[in-house]
Each structure stands twice: as C-alpha cells, then as structure tokens.
C-alpha cells in the first residue's frame, strides 16, 4: 500500500488519519498474466491501482478483432471510468499483460473518499484530467502523427513498453500491422 500512500500524498494534502480511514476499505489483489479482470458488459465498481504489472485496454470490433488502446503501468489508476461513473455496463475489456498486483478501491471506497476526505473531490478531478489529457493526445497521435512519429514516442507514454509488451499489441496500440511494426523497428535508430 506504500505507492498509493506516496502517490495520494503527492497529489493532495491528506492527514494519516484520512488516508488510513482510506486505504481500511481496500485491498490488494494480484493477477495472473494474461487475466481478464474487466469484461465488457459488466458492471464496474472497481478501480484498480497498479502496484507492480502491466494493464491493457483493449476492444474488440463487430467482426472480432481486438485493438489495443492503452496501457496502464505502475502507479497509474485504471478502470472503464466512463462506465464506472454512467453505472453502465462496460465497454472495454481491461488484461493483465504481464502478472499484475494492483489496490482495489471498490465504488463504496471512492464515494467515501469524495464525501470524507478534506481534498477527496480534488483527487478525482486530477485523475479525471490526467485520463483527459491523455485521450486528448491520443486521438492526436492517431489522426496528426504518422506511425513513424507515433512509434518514437511510444517510449515516452510508456517506457521500457517495448521489453514488456508483445509487439502485435504494440502495433494495435499505434494503429499499424505488425509487419509495419518490424519496419519501423529495423530503420530505427535509437536502442529500444
């Protein structure tokens, strides 16, 4: 529970006493590799911290294909927040890449914190706009940036992504083949 603690810290001034009232109501939950832990159509009351693991989000289209469309690294919140706060049915499926320990924080836990910590309603409105940005620049990169320029980037979104993801996951995450992928990857430059 350290990375959370150090985390909410950094975010917002909270009391011992608040963070442990907190952090009493969830628990810690690691998951195999390859894990489904959210599935569409269900309903999600969960949020997950990553403590140490690899998430990815991912959809699958009508005809059955699955796209990735982000990765959740360690110290980073996860969940179909969209559905988690409309209470509908997911869309998305959220799979462990690698194993995967995370802190659940259950809907109850998260509507305590919004209610009784001093700066709880600040927490979610930063986490809120960290997911924003990140949507925001992730539909530039797929409709402004070639694959090139989203491929020499990926690294800074995610380091160390390409040691810890298959690479056909990476090229559904940059919208390109795997074929493309390997291209990209002989003609590049850097060390990955």
Excluded: C
Excluded at 8 to 37: A, H, P, V, Y
Excluded at 57 to 82: K, M, P, R, S
Excluded at 96 to 106: A, F, K, S, W, Y
């Amino acid at each position: 529970m350290e990375q959370i603690r150090q985390l909410m810290k950094q975010m917002i001034n909270i009391s011992e006493t608040e963070l442990s009232e907190f952090l009493d109501q969830t628990f810690i939950k690691t998951f195999k590799r390859q894990e489904i832990i959210s599935r569409p159509g269900a309903f999600p009351n969960e949020i997950f911290f990553i403590n140490k693991g690899l998430i990815r989000v991912l959809i699958t289209d009508n005809t059955g294909a699955e796209h990735t469309i982000h990765f959740a690294l360690e110290n980073q919140f996860i969940a179909d927040y969209a559905n988690f706060i409309q209470k509908q049915p997911s869309f998305y499926t959220l799979q462990t890449v690698e194993e995967t320990q995370t802190v659940v924080l259950p809907r109850s836990a998260i509507e305590w914190g919004y209610k009784n910590l001093t700066e709880g309603q600040k927490m979610g409105r930063l986490i809120a706009e960290f997911y924003f940005i990140y949507q925001d620049e992730r539909i530039k990169n797929m409709y402004a940036r070639t694959p090139r320029q989203r491929y020499d980037s990926i690294t800074d979104v995610f380091p160390n992504i390409h040691n810890r993801v298959p690479q056909h996951q990476i090229a559904s995450y940059l919208g390109i083949t795997a074929v493309h992928l390997s291209r990209l990857k002989k003609t590049d430059v850097r060390k990955i």
